[in-house]
Every structure is written in structure tokens, then in C-alpha cells.
């Protein structure tokens, strides 16, 4: 699923394993032996140095998707480096291509798998230009498009965000959920 309105794209995905609707389908794939529980607030995510500014718009989104789902009586989600660590790269991926997609989504699955058992998985993608605050603006498109609100408020319980900035200013942002318990 794709979509483009006013400067801003944006895609959503999930894998179910315990029922989890599907925006978009992928084969389902075994949860991994290990587990790691979801740690409560946003931690350093990769063991490179990241631009401060896109730090701050992962811990925006971070915090306006728990608000949100707070706001709808769900339990927030815990942030997870390894995931996010996934996100990041994923979203470098994007802006180096120039191309939004969810391109790769079962293999960072499974190597989030090899630190987190899950049973469910799902992802949004967004790529915005020109916006002073891209995400509210990344954000704002999910929750108003049916399959990316679905993500949002699904049955998950572990999320890493990510974000990247193309050379002409392309923010690229991914967000992976996990459902781990």
C-alpha cells in the first residue's frame, strides 16, 4: 500500500503469526528462540554516531504514536534498540535509493528474531519534503490512513523507530512493530 498526497508518501506492512490483520501480506515466519523484554523508554539505537536532529524526530514519533495509542486505551509500546537499529537501517536504505518500500521487511524481521522472539510483526514506512515537522507529519499520514492506524494500534507491544535524510532533504522514516510477549 502507497500512497502520495501533498508531498509525502508513505506504506504500511505487517506479518501475523497470531492474528494480526494484514495491510499488506507476507509469508509468516517462526519466532526465534531467544526473548529480550521491551525496555520502557527510547535508548541509544546503533553503535554509530547519529545527527542529533534525527534523534529527536525518532523520539517524536516515539512518543506521538504512544500518545496516541494511550489516548485509545492501549498500552504504550516499549522501545527496543535492536529493532530500531533495524528501522534506521532500513530507512538509510530508502534514502540512499530514493525510493520508499517495504523491500527487505522479513529479513529485518528475522534479525530482529535473533535477539527477540515474537509472534507478530508489522511495519509503516513515510518519506516527507519540506515540512518543519516531519514527524508529526509522518505520523499524522498513518493515523489517517486505515492500514497504517492498524499498525499503530494493533496488538504489539515493541517498536524501534528510524529516520534518515536523503541528500535533497527527503526524510525517510520506518517504524517497526513486534508483538514479543
Keep these: 500500500m502507497q500512497h502520495n498526497w501533498f508531498g509525502w508518501k508513505m506504506g504500511a506492512i505487517a506479518l501475523s503469526l497470531m ?5 499488506l501480506s507476507c509469508g509468516a515466519m517462526p519466532p526465534a528462540p531467544s ?6 523508554a527510547l535508548t541509544a ?14 523520539q517524536a514519533v516515539f512518543e506521538q504514536i504512544n500518545a496516541h495509542r494511550q489516548a485509545q486505551g492501549l498500552d504504550p509500546l516499549g522501545h527496543q534498540s535492536v529493532i ?5 537501517q532500513h530507512s538509510e536504505a530508502m534514502a540512499q535509493n530514493r525510493r520508499l518500500s517495504h523491500d527487505g521487511f ?3 524481521v528475522g534479525a530482529i528474531a535473533q535477539t527477540l522472539t515474537y509472534r507478530g510483526a508489522g511495519e509503516n514506512v513515510a518519506s516527507n519534503q519540506g515540512y518543519t515537522d516531519p514527524a508529526t507529519q509522518a505520523v499524522q499520514g ?3 490512513s486505515p492500514g497504517h492506524r492498524q ?9 524501534g523507530i528510524g529516520v534518515a535524510q536523503a541528500a535533497d532533504g527527503t526524510y525517510y522514516l520506518t517504524q517497526i512493530f513486534i508483538l514479543s510477549r
Design 19 to 23: 492474528g494480526v490483520s494484514t495491510p
Design 35 to 40: 526473548s529480550s523484554a521491551a525496555s520502557p
Design 45 to 58: 539505537q546503533a553503535e554509530s554516531p547519529v545527527d542529533p536532529a534525527i534523534t529527536a524526530i525518532e
Design 84 to 88: 530500531a537499529t533495524q528501522s534506521r
Design 106 to 108: 522479513q529479513s529485518r
Design 142 to 144: 498513518w493515523l489517517n
Design 151 to 159: 499498525n499503530i494500534e494493533g496488538n504489539f507491544d515493541a517498536t
